[in-house]
T-cell receptor, first 117, second 112 residues
Framework: DSGVTQTPKHLITATGQRVTLRCSPRSGDLSVYWYQQSLDQGLQFLIQ???????AKGNILERFSAQQFPDLHSELNLSSLELGDSALYFC????????????????FGPGTRLTVL | TQLLEQSPQFLSIQEGENLTVYCNSSSVFSSLQWYRQEPGEGPVLLVTVVTGGEVKKLKRLTFQFGDARKDSSLHITAAQPGDTGLYLCAGVYPNTGNQFYFGTGTSLTVIP
């Protein structure tokens, strides 16, 4: 158990719908990261927050948005869902933002499996 | 788009054999990490390497960072069924805003 929690574990919805994925970081961790993992694209970095502020942005679609709240939990909102959005979505956390020369550990949650029908 | 290629993509070996997994990029990394992911779970960090030429050992696992910091390898000695999983390398490149780029992954199966 990494200490990172994600809800829900599974989510099945239809195209065009909107969903919200929730992540609670490990106690004391200020940085949160979101990733998408699919069979054809592998693990893709979406976005990073540190203490409520956006720190880095990856290949996140405009239909997707995220935020980190004052209690440090984070939500990833996916709208106008398409079949291709079906994937595992992981949240990870670390004590501080991981930079190029940092050896901090990024702890991954168990993921949310999203299926768009 | 930065691309990390891992090889082989799939590997199936007998318990007790040795193996090496490779991670290559055309660009220099600031740092590189190796993860192992088991089905239905998130990746778990194994090691972080920062210095070119660096070698780190974790029990039967040996990680090496290339001198030019463009490649890395993971060597497992006397593989065990518990080593089965997806091995991912992940790199941070300079001047990319601290984005993590993950490799394509190596799926390892160790047969008892």
């Amino acid at each position: 158990d990494s200490g990172v929690t994600q809800t829900p574990k599974h989510l099945i919805t239809a195209t065009g719908q909107r969903v919200t994925l929730r992540c609670s970081p490990r106690s004391g961790d200020l940085s949160v990261y979101w990733y998408q993992q699919s069979l054809d694209q592998g693990l893709q970095f979406l976005i990073q927050y540190y203490n409520g502020e956006e720190r880095a942005k990856g290949n996140i679609l405009e239909r997707f948005s995220a935020q980190q709240f004052p209690d440090l939990h984070s939500e990833l909102n996916l709208s106008s869902l398409e079949l291709g959005d079906s994937a595992l979505y992981f949240c990870a956390s670390s004590a501080r933002p991981i930079t190029g020369l940092s050896t901090d550990t990024q702890y991954f949650g168990p993921g949310t499996r999203l299926t768009v029908l | 788009t930065q691309l990390l290629e891992q090889s082989p993509q799939f590997l199936s070996i007998q318990e007790g054999e040795n193996l090496t997994v490779y991670c290559n990029s055309s660009s220099v990394f600031s740092s590189l990490q190796w993860y192992r992911q088991e089905p239905g779970e998130g990746p778990v960090l194994l090691v972080t390497v920062v210095t070119g030429g660096e070698v780190k050992k974790l029990k039967r696992l040996t990680f090496q960072f290339g001198d030019a910091r463009k490649d890395s390898s993971l060597h497992i000695t006397a593989a065990q069924p518990g080593d089965t999983g997806l091995y991912l390398c992940a790199g941070v490149y300079p001047n990319t805003g601290n984005q993590f780029y993950f490799g394509t992954g190596t799926s390892l199966t160790v047969i008892p």
